[in-house]
């Protein structure tokens, strides 16, 4: 009796497992879910700055298609960074997120060695003043095992054909001309 009531349930679970699998299926194939989206919404405003770091905070947008929101605490880990100029300027880590339904915004804070500044202005000068960006990351997500997910990597060229510090120079100069 109580094996054939056993088999019974892990039959009904069996069942209900595919069929959650089915709607979860059926979801994503007639775009009630999705997957969510990330844009940023402010690429850096200044943080806490000591002798040795300063932070940049970062917000990002999240478009969260799905009607419930998912929340990540203990099995998330996120890490990112950027390079400018092949000089790692920036590292930050996120070890938890909740996004709600709908939209909504994540701010990021992130820590710039300020050693890393002196090395990065001689790469700077030296490209003479071109800014190549590259921000990229990755994530460790607990869920049905351990999931890696690597950010896609963002390049991006600043200041091309400026040279923002030599300008600025010979207009000072300039107004001294004949004193």
Known sequence: ???????????????????????????????????PSVTVDDPGEWGTTTEETTEIETTIRVENP???????????DARYWVDLNGVRLVDGQRDSVSVPSGSSTITLTSTLDNDRIVPWWVAYVRA????????????????????????????????????????????????????
């Open 1 to 35: 009796m109580v094996l054939s009531l056993a088999k019974r349930l892990l039959k009904l679970v069996g069942v209900l497992f595919v069929l959650g699998v089915v709607l979860v299926a059926l979801g994503f194939a007639t775009g009630v879910l999705g997957v």
């Open 128 to 179: 003479d003043e071109t800014i190549e960006l590259r921000a990229t990351g990755n994530a460790t997500v607990e869920a049905f095992g351990q999931q890696h997910v690597s950010f896609p990597e963002h390049e991006r060229t600043l200041l091309e054909d400026r040279q923002p510090v030599i300008e600025a120079f010979s207009a000072a100069v300039s107004t001294m001309e004949g004193e």
């Open 66 to 76: 799905n009607p419930l929101g998912i929340s990540l605490s203990e099995r998330f």
